[in-house]
């Protein structure tokens, strides 16, 4: 266990699951906060801080990054997005896979013994990332009001939107980069 990186990824927990952040923020944005700081934030640290754990959680990494897509899409779907919003229940097991996905996918992607296949990984996740943020952003009306029964909240989908791309695209891209300059430096090395 590495405690460096266990603490600062307990807080972080901590801090989105105990704040009032749906009092502080718009509330599809409270989601946003909650969803990176599992998936791009906490995940990472816990992988680091107990790499035994991760190792057991390992799948092949472009497989890890599909898993991670359809969970993240698929809450993103009005309909789960209501579950998880509004019942207590759908809002726990949204919480668990993502933070189930993001382990897996940095497990996965981490390991030593395939950094190219983990910069893959890691840079698809990038690229969904990044493109549903730029969705979330560039749509032109509130896509869960309806069906959350919320009144309009499209400044508040945008910004949560934007959290997604200023937090999940540049941690993974900037980690599969990092991860792809390993392996060319361990091919330069043999």
Same mark, same amino acid.
């Given at each position: 266990?590495?405690?460096?990186?266990?603490?600062?990824? %307990? *807080?972080?927990?901590? #801090?989105? !699951?105990?704040?009032? /952040?749906? @009092?502080?923020? $718009?509330?599809?944005? =409270?989601?946003?906060?909650?969803?990176?700081?599992?998936?791009?934030?906490?995940?990472?640290?816990?992988?680091?801080?107990?790499?035994?754990?991760?190792?057991?959680?390992?799948?092949?990494?472009?497989?890890?990054?599909?898993?991670?897509?359809?969970?993240?899409?698929?809450?993103?779907?009005?309909?789960?997005?209501?579950?998880?919003?509004?019942?207590?229940?759908?809002?726990?097991?949204?919480?668990?896979?993502? %933070? *189930?996905?993001?382990? #897996?996918? !940095?497990?996965?992607? /981490?390991? @030593?013994?395939? $950094?190219?296949?983990? =910069?893959?990984?890691?840079?698809?996740?990038?690229?969904?990332?990044?493109?549903?943020?730029?969705?979330?952003?560039?749509?032109?009306?509130?896509?869960?009001?309806?069906?959350?029964?919320?009144?309009?909240?499209?400044?508040?989908?945008?910004?949560?939107?934007?959290?997604?791309?200023?937090?999940?695209?540049?941690?993974?891209?900037?980690?599969?980069?990092?991860?792809?300059?390993?392996?060319?430096?361990?091919?330069?090395?043999?």
């Amino acid at each position: 266990m590495k405690p460096v990186y266990l603490f600062p990824a %307990l *807080a972080l927990l901590a #801090m989105i !699951w105990l704040a009032p /952040l749906d @009092r502080l923020v $718009p509330a599809f944005a =409270a989601h946003m906060v909650r969803h990176m700081v599992l998936v791009a934030l906490a995940a990472p640290l816990i992988v680091l801080a107990l790499p035994n754990i991760a190792d057991r959680a390992a799948v092949p990494p472009l497989a890890a990054a599909l898993a991670e897509f359809v969970v993240v899409w698929g809450w993103h779907l009005p309909a789960a997005h209501a579950l998880g919003r509004l019942q207590n229940l759908g809002f726990a097991a949204e919480q668990a896979s993502f %933070l *189930a996905v993001g382990l #897996m996918v !940095w497990a996965s992607c /981490l390991r @030593r013994d395939q $950094p190219l296949a983990g =910069a893959g990984g890691l840079l698809l996740t990038s690229m969904h990332m990044t493109l549903l943020g730029a969705l979330l952003v560039l749509a032109p009306r509130d896509i869960y009001a309806d069906i959350c029964g919320t009144a309009s909240d499209l400044s508040g989908q945008q910004i949560g939107g934007m959290l997604m791309l200023a937090i999940g695209t540049p941690i993974y891209l900037i980690a599969g980069l990092w991860l792809t300059g390993q392996a060319l430096q361990e091919r330069r090395q043999a």
